[in-house]
């Protein structure tokens, strides 16, 4: 009598290497992207230093901002801005283009179904979608976030670089790394819901920039400002600080809008101006308004995960 050993279930196909492997080219733009940034950082950190602080000292001796710059220090800026942008927008560009192209490329060309019938199920496949481009913008950003830092902490000479510009304020913390998953989250939910590529490239995009605006311009307002407030005789903004509300101040502690009198005391007292004030978040508030951003954006992105998983098992439970 022959004893019939039960044959052990199909194993899924590597979905993992099947995603490097069909989205080879924008994981070749992104490692050369990241390595050139990169190599433009540590360019920035070394020798590019040494020669742009000894090329400042030589050509502004007063040490001012306003002095005329040579090629060496606008090629310094040029290298450090190039690629502090590359974090800033390289990362969104790719992963909107990893969740749109890739998700909904593979849905409108039925690439998706036939792997769904080769022991895949659509919540795995969609799992593996989103995880592996993901562990591959977080490896990136994370460098590049870490050597940015590290450049700009230890910038030697005035380089208009100031923390709460977008570039800067993005590629110097965790926004930096948040935003790319962001955009990979809408795309993908963008091509599950569309399932045709170049549709879903073009919602993601504007998705993605749309809460990134919002967030940006929420965040500031999530955490309290501080105030300057001056005489009419004496009164100075904050320097390197981003500013919120301004305005003028009444004889009741009131605030209004600025009549923009200038020096003219009549004017000022036919307005009861007796002062002024700005709001104002200084250099101290980085990590606050940092971690706030990244929240809110973490949070956008989560959701837009949740959505595109819940979409698509209605929508394969109904077909099937």
Avoid at 44 to 72: H, K, L, M
């Amino acid at each position: 009598m022959t004893a019939t050993l039960p044959m052990a279930p199909p194993r899924p196909p590597a979905t993992g290497r099947t995603v490097l492997r069909l989205h080879r080219p924008a994981l070749i733009v992104w490692a050369v992207l990241v390595a050139a940034a990169a190599l433009a950082f540590l360019w920035a950190y070394g020798p590019g230093a040494d020669a742009a602080a000894a090329a400042w000292r030589e050509s502004c001796p007063a040490q001012d901002r306003t002095c005329q710059w040579d090629t060496t220090l606008n090629g310094y800026y040029r290298a450090v801005k190039l690629a502090e942008w590359a974090v800033y927008w390289t990362p969104s560009l790719v992963a909107v283009w990893a969740g749109a192209a890739l998700v909904g490329r593979e849905l409108e060309s039925g690439t998706a179904r036939l792997a769904w019938t080769q022991g895949v199920t659509p919540t795995r496949w969609l799992a593996v979608k989103l995880a592996v481009p993901a562990a591959l913008l977080v490896a990136g950003t994370t460098v590049l976030v870490l050597l940015h830092r590290m450049v700009f902490t230890a910038n030697r000479f005035p380089l208009s670089w100031e923390w709460y510009e977008d570039g800067a304020f993005t590629a110097n913390g965790t926004l930096g790394i948040a935003q790319p998953l962001l955009a990979l989250a809408t795309g993908a939910l963008a091509g599950v819901l569309l399932r045709r590529t170049l549709p879903a490239l073009a919602v993601s995009l504007l998705v993605t920039s749309t809460v990134q605006y919002a967030t940006g311009e929420l965040t500031p307002r999530l955490w309290p400002y501080e105030t300057a407030v001056g005489t009419l005789d004496h009164y100075t903004t904050p320097e390197n600080s981003l500013w919120g509300d301004q305005g003028a101040l009444t004889s009741t502690g009131a605030r209004v809008p600025d009549p923009l009198c200038g020096d003219s005391a009549q004017c000022l007292a036919a307005h009861d101006i007796t002062g002024y004030y700005t709001d104002y978040h200084p250099s101290s508030h980085f990590w606050p308004l940092q971690l706030i951003e990244t929240g809110l954006t973490l949070t956008a992105a989560a959701a837009a995960v949740g959505a595109a998983f819940w979409l698509l098992r209605r929508t394969t439970r109904t077909a099937t």
